[in-house]
């Protein structure tokens, strides 16, 4: 029945106020999906960033930015369409894709960055 589901598990919400509390020395790595409304592809990679989330749980920062309510964030990464993943590691972004980008692609990548923190510490 509905009174049994579990609380739904979505990606953090960030802002030009809080991007810096979140991210910065965060020691894991940091997927950030930039979107906007009204955006078709955005509203299919937002439940995969969700379910990211989720899967990921303390291991990495997942989290999402609307573009139009933040646009210094927008601005700081030289966003030119929605959607763009960001991965930062080490306070570097270091892999950015715009468009549609598989799940396992993501996954992927994101394991690669965990196992190399781990490695580091």
């Known amino acids: 029945m509905f009174w049994k589901r579990k ?38 990679m937002g439940p995969i960033v969700d379910e990211l989330a989720r899967e990921y749980g303390d291991r990495a920062v997942i989290a999402k930015v609307n573009t139009a309510y933040n646009p210094k964030l927008a601005q700081y990464f030289q966003i030119r369409s929605v959607p763009t993943i960001v991965i930062i590691n080490q306070d570097k972004m270091v892999e950015r894709w715009s468009g549609l980008v598989p799940k396992p692609n993501l996954e992927e990548y994101l394991d690669h960055y965990i196992a190399q923190n781990s490695e580091e510490a």
């Open 7 to 44: 609380p739904k598990i979505v990606a953090l919400e960030l802002s030009d106020d809080n991007f810096n509390e979140h991210v910065g020395g965060a020691g894991k790595p940091v997927l950030v999906d930039f979107w906007g409304h009204g955006c078709g592809p955005c509203k299919v």
